[in-house]
């Protein structure tokens, strides 16, 4: 089932703040280098994209988990090589394209939480601390896209700048929810399976309140967005990890290649199939000069 994702009525003005917006949604720098969208970047949200961000919430933990035996500099480096090269495939595309999109949902899935637990472990960042660090991040990320854009919506992805707002928001998700999963696993002494059994309540609430309740789409697929991450990081921390912290010993390599196959199949028939392909933008979005608010 397709969840709707309108954006709201009377939105407030862009900023129109010189070098701040360009006419056609470029990025300063990054458009010189390339190519504007033609059409919308990211995917329709069908019952699959749900499957696979979360697949791959769970494969990017226990990845990072495992490319910690190669040391900040061996694993840190890389993750930031993976994020960065799928970064310029994903830029690099003028419309959605499911390997590029994923690969970049899954670099910033094991760099999110390489960089979450960097400060938690290097920087002894407790994860309560950690965990209100990066969703007063992640607000302030929707605050600025909404004031520049107008719209958080999905379908409005038509822009460099938007797209970037987009990603900004990925991978602050992802930080988030390294952070949540691991505070209420091991602060709160809940253990991993039953985080994630918490976890997929509380991910299935906003969709609950779209449906019953008339609850902003918009708002409800974000709501059910973040939540993915400590959904998945827990199941795959509970696979993966010993016994004697609640897990089932899988192991982390093991894991991590299990549910990098399976994404990777998951992905290869949206490639091939394309029901998740974006027919047109949104009525009233088109590909406007971006700034202008969406009615």
Do not use: C
């Amino acid at each position: 089932m397709t969840l709707p994702d309108n954006p709201q009525q009377g939105l407030p003005a862009a900023d129109s703040r010189p070098g701040w917006h360009s006419a056609d949604g470029q990025l300063p720098f990054v458009g010189k280098f390339f190519p504007a969208p033609i059409a919308v970047k990211v995917p329709e949200i069908i019952l699959l994209f749900w499957v696979v961000k979360i697949l791959t919430t769970a494969g990017g933990e226990v990845t990072s988990d495992y490319l910690k035996k190669y040391g900040n500099f061996g694993g840190g480096g890389t993750e930031v090589a993976l994020f960065v090269i799928a970064l310029v495939l994903q830029f690099a595309t003028r419309r959605y394209r499911a390997l590029a999109y994923w690969s970049l949902a899954y670099a910033i899935a094991i760099a999110g939480t390489g960089l979450s637990d960097f400060l938690h472990l290097d920087v002894h960042i407790p994860y309560a601390g950690t965990s209100l660090m990066w969703a007063a991040i992640l607000a302030v990320v929707f605050w600025v896209w909404y004031r520049s854009e107008g719209t958080l919506s999905i379908h409005s992805i038509t822009t460099q700048r938007r797209e970037a707002f987009y990603w900004a928001t990925v991978f602050a998700t992802f930080a988030l929810g390294t952070a949540l999963g691991d505070f209420t696993a091991t602060s709160l002494n809940m253990g991993y399976l039953p985080s994630g059994l918490f976890f997929l309540g509380v991910f299935l609430l906003p969709a609950l309140a779209w449906w019953r309740f008339g609850m902003n789409s918009v708002a409800a697929f974000w709501a059910a967005y973040v939540v993915t991450r400590p959904l998945g990081a827990s199941f795959s921390d509970w696979i993966s990890k010993p016994a004697n912290i609640t897990g089932l010993n899988f192991g982390n390599g093991r894991t991590a290649m299990v549910f990098g196959v399976v994404v990777a199949l998951l992905v290869a028939y949206l490639t091939v199939a394309r029901p998740d392909v974006q027919s047109s933008p949104e009525p009233g979005v088109g590909l406007r000069p971006a700034g202008t608010p969406v009615a």
